[in-house]
């Protein structure tokens, strides 16, 4: 072989190794095992005009908020800082200058708007946003149009239960309600340009995950406590021991719209109210699968209530048969009944001192007005709450069991008052 072939075959032998390892390499560390993830570009790449000086200073003061960007799917799909951060119509009042860019501090629903006109509209119609917020609040901080269009006018017009603040929140005052009831309650807050609520309470900023909102710990940031002790039920149910023991079986973040009994072998608070799940729709409107209002003295049925509880029902039924899950559910209606009725009788006992002049007129001014409100307020809600999700120690010991005992205690005290006048 002359000595120039050799020296070819010697030259494309090291050109064939460095190009295959060139190919490996690439593969490695540029594309991996999972393909080539053209729709998950690098962070640099995403970051064009305007949002490439954002990421560039904010990567230097506060790297956790641009490392949470670039773990969102948002990233990977190109939405940029200022696909929020740009303020949109309504927004004028909120605009900052902020190095020569027009931006806005805080994004509102009016922002994902843009490109999530379902989710926004969904949960714009439900007790999370508007509702929520008056709950705490009254009638002061709305417009009569935003009453009318949330459904907080009664049937003569005026504010839904007087438009008042509520009582417990003039009792703790305003200062202590900034970091109490307004933390949980802004979830419906009202924002600056209007509109009502705030996404990152599921979805925390910057990540806007599903898998963050599917997990129950999410709901019992405020779903707990002796009102509402959803989380607290769901841990004991046999709903929320499955989940405990199998968390690595959850396939948390499967995409939306393709959850089936797969991904999730036992439901979670997203699975039963919000998650699409099996042939289930999804919905941001957490009361579109709910037949019962649970919270206030008395429980009643919703308007279209058995239209939401097929709905639930179909949840069910992805991992139950319907003769189960009547059971369950005929037994639930009547603890809740019985809840009813012990409610009507301490607030017969109630009414009786009241009519004879017996009882303050003030809020909360004596011990009985706070043991007839923990009979609705605390032990009947957790009663009814553990009654549809599984909560026996709810519905005993931490529910009816609790209103027994406080009707002996507002019989004695009445007692005592009326002996004394
Ligand atoms: C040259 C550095 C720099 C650039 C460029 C920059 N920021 Fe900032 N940004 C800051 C600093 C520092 C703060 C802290 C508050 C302040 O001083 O205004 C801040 C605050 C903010 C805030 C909070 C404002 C508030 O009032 O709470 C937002 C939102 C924000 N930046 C978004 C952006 C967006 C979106 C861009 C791109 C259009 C951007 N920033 C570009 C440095 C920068
Ligand atoms: C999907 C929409 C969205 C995108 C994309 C987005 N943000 Fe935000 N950002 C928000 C929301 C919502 C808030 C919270 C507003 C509030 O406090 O209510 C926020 C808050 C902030 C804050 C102030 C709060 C804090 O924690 O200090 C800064 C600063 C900020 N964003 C910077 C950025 C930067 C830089 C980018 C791009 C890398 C970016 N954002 C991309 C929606 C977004
Ligand atoms: C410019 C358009 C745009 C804006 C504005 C926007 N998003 Fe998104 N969002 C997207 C796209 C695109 C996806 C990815 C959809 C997909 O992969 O199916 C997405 C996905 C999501 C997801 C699902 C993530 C997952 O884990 O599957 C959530 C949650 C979300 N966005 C919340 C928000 C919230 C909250 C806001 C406002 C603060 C917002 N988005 C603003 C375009 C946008
Ligand atoms: C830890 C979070 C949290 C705090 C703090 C909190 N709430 Fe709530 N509140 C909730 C949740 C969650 C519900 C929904 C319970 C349900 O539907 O079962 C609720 C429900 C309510 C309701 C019932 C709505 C209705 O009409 O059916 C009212 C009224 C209310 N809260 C007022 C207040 C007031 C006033 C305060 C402060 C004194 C307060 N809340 C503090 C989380 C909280
Ligand atoms: C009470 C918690 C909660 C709040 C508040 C919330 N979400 Fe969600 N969101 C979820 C859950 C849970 C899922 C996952 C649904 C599933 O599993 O099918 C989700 C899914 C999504 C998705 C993905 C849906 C899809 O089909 O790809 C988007 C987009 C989204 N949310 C946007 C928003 C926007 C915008 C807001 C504010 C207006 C918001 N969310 C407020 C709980 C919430
Ligand atoms: C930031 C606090 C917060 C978080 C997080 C939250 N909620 Fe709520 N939720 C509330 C408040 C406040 C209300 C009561 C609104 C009212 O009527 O005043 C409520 C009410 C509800 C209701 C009753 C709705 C109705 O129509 O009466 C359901 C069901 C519910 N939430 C489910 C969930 C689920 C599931 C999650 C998690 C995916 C969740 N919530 C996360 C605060 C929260
Ligand atoms: C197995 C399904 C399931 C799971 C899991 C579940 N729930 Fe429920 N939930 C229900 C049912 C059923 C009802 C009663 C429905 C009705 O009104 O008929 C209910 C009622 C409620 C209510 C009462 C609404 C009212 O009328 O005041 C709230 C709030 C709530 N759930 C929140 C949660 C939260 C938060 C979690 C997780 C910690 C959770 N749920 C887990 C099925 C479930
Ligand atoms: C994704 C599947 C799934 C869904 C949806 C589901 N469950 Fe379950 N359920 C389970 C699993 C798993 C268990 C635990 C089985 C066991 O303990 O043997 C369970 C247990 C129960 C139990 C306790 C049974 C016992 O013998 O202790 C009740 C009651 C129950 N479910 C009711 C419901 C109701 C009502 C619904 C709808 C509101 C529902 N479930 C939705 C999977 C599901």
């Excluded at 839904?160 to 807050?189: R, T």
């Excluded at 004991?236 to 999730?264: C, I, R």
């Excluded at 009985?368 to 999700?389: P, T």
Aim: contains cysteine.
């Amino acid at each position: 072989m002359p000595k120039t072939t050799r020296r070819m075959i010697a030259i494309l032998g090291i050109g064939t190794f460095l190009v295959v390892s060139l190919l490996f390499l690439t593969y490695h560390f540029v594309i991996g095992p999972q393909g080539l993830k053209t729709s998950l570009p690098t962070l640099s790449s995403t970051t064009v005009g305007e949002n490439k000086a954002c990421v560039e200073c904010h990567q230097k003061d506060n790297p956790g908020i641009v490392e949470q960007y670039h773990d969102s799917k948002h990233s990977g799909r190109g939405v940029q800082c200022l696909d929020c951060h740009k303020p949109v119509s309504g927004q004028e009042t909120m605009t900052k200058d902020h190095y020569k860019v027009s931006v806005i501090a805080k994004p509102s629903p009016k922002n994902c708007e843009q490109c999530h006109k379902d989710e926004v509209k969904q949960f714009e119609d439900s007790n999370h946003a508007a509702k929520s917020w008056y709950s705490v609040e009254g009638a002061k901080n709305f417009t009569p149009e935003e009453l009318a269009k949330n459904h907080l006018l009664d049937a003569n017009g005026k504010p839904v239960g007087g438009g008042n603040a509520n009582p417990v929140f003039n009792l703790i005052g305003k200062d202590v309600s900034a970091q109490s009831c307004e933390v949980c309650h802004a979830i419906g807050q009202k924002n600056q340009d209007g509109s009502f609520g705030d996404c990152t309470k599921c979805h925390l900023r910057h990540t806007f995950d599903v898998t963050q909102a599917r997990q129950p710990e999410t709901c019992g940031q405020c779903h707990l406590g002796p009102d509402h002790p959803q989380i607290e039920i769901y841990n004991e149910s046999a709903h929320g021991a499955y989940y405990q023991a199998n968390k690595e079986k959850f396939n948390m973040d499967a995409p939306a719209g393709t959850l089936t009994v797969k991904d999730f072998p036992a439901p979670t608070c997203a699975t039963c109210h919000i998650s699409a799940f099996g042939s289930v729709p999804g919905t941001h409107d957490v009361g579109q699968r709910l037949n019962w209002t649970l919270t206030p003295e008395t429980a009643s049925i919703r308007k279209d209530g058995a239209a939401h509880q097929q709905t639930m029902n179909a949840v069910c039924l992805n991992c139950h048969v319907q003769p189960f899950i009547d059971d369950v559910m005929s037994k639930a209606d009547k603890t809740i009944d019985l809840t009813n009725q012990n409610v009507k009788k301490g607030k017969s006992i109630v009414q009786d001192l009241s009519d004879t002049g017996l009882l303050g007129t003030k809020p909360f001014g004596t011990p009985l007005d706070f043991l007839y409100f923990e009979l609705w307020h605390h032990e009947g809600r957790r009663a009814r709450f553990g009654a549809v999700m599984g909560g026996a120690d709810y519905v005993n010991w931490n529910g009816i069991y609790e209103q027994q005992k406080a009707l002996v205690e507002m019989q004695a005290q009445a007692d005592a008052l009326k002996a004394k006048h």
